[in-house]
């Protein structure tokens, strides 16, 4: 092995950051679930920053009123304020690779109790994930991320969220990726973040209305450059398209438009191949990558901006991985 790479992964696998640990050992070095340095890794997530700030900040689970606590700030849906309530958690706990051990299972059956619209309602009211079919202004940023992060923690055949994740492909078969907060237009960070959760499914297992969902998704991220990202707004591009981030929440950044792009077979694509050149020139002498931006105020720190994040290196090293480079 040679020595900067030799160097770089010891970083990773520092023992005393085990939520970079773990996700080292699984996602860039192979190693399986029953793996005794992944377990130990693992469990001592939640027993270390940032993980550790996060869960101490949760009300414990014996709020009978609200079938059993599990909440950040105040019981209900969960999604203010931002980025302290109960859905960010859920979503940044499991970006940390995080197991799903009770308060998080408690925050699990919170968020799918309060912060779902029931089947046959309409949806999309801020801070509701998706159920009824005929949500127009469904909120995809939300439905994608919890989607992505209930099936992380175990919650992936739960009937909830398989009528959740059955009716946003509906949704964006009959209304794209359209956006109450995009000003009616199609939201790429939107897209990303339902593909991202779809494109979890093993293809056996998708259903007719994911496919197309995938499909489409896939259309709108390659209509324009990425390293340009002009996706349709009524204001001018969002800078932090050009900033990788950790954790990341609503919003989105190229690295991520790559790696799910890569997932879905578009590796080869003049596009994606542009943009990792771009990721590529953005690496640090170490081989490492900087935090450029953080979602907003939150109960624990992911590191420092401006300084090398193993984080963000994770998800560089990640998708170059399986780009193949």
Not at 196 to 217: D, Y
Request: with cysteine; proline share 6%; charged share 20%.
């Amino acid at each position: 092995m040679e020595t900067g790479k030799a160097d770089l992964l010891a970083w990773l696998l520092e023992p005393e950051d085990p939520s970079a640990r773990y996700l080292t050992l699984t996602e860039l070095l192979g190693r399986s679930a029953d793996d005794r340095d992944v377990i130990t890794a693992q469990a001592a997530i939640p027993g270390a920053d940032p993980a550790r700030s996060i869960l101490e900040a949760q009300f414990p689970g014996s709020d009978a009123m609200w079938g059993g606590g599990g909440y950040w700030v105040r019981p209900g849906t969960g999604y203010s304020p931002k980025y302290r309530a109960t859905v960010w958690q859920v979503i940044f706990l499991a970006q940390l690779g995080a197991p799903s051990i009770e308060p998080i299972r408690d925050a699990c059956k919170h968020v799918l109790a309060h912060s779902r619209w029931p089947a046959g309602q309409g949806g999309g009211a801020e801070g509701r994930f998706v159920a009824g079919q005929e949500a127009r202004t469904a909120v995809n940023c939300l439905n994608g991320n919890l989607l992505w992060a209930l099936g992380r923690f175990g919650y992936a055949d739960d009937p909830d969220v398989i009528e959740a994740r059955q009716a946003t492909a509906q949704v964006v078969a009959r209304y794209g990726f359209t956006c109450h907060y995009n000003g009616g237009l199609p939201c790429a960070w939107g897209d990303i973040k339902v593909l991202r959760a779809f494109l979890e499914i093993p293809p056996e297992r998708r259903t007719q209305e994911v496919r197309a969902a995938i499909k489409r998704g896939v259309e709108l991220l390659l209509d324009v450059p990425l390293v340009e990202a002009r996706y349709p707004t009524r204001g001018q591009v969002s800078q932090r398209w050009f900033k990788l981030g950790f954790p990341l929440a609503y919003h989105s950044d190229v690295l991520e438009v790559l790696a799910v792009l890569t997932q879905a077979g578009q590796g080869e694509h003049a596009c994606v191949q542009q943009g990792i050149q771009w990721l590529l020139a953005k690496q640090d002498q170490a081989g490492r990558w900087a935090l450029e931006q953080v979602p907003g105020k939150m109960w624990a720190s992911f590191g420092q901006v401006g300084q090398p994040n193993k984080w963000v290196t994770l998800r560089a090293l990640k998708l170059l991985e399986f780009a193949g480079f």
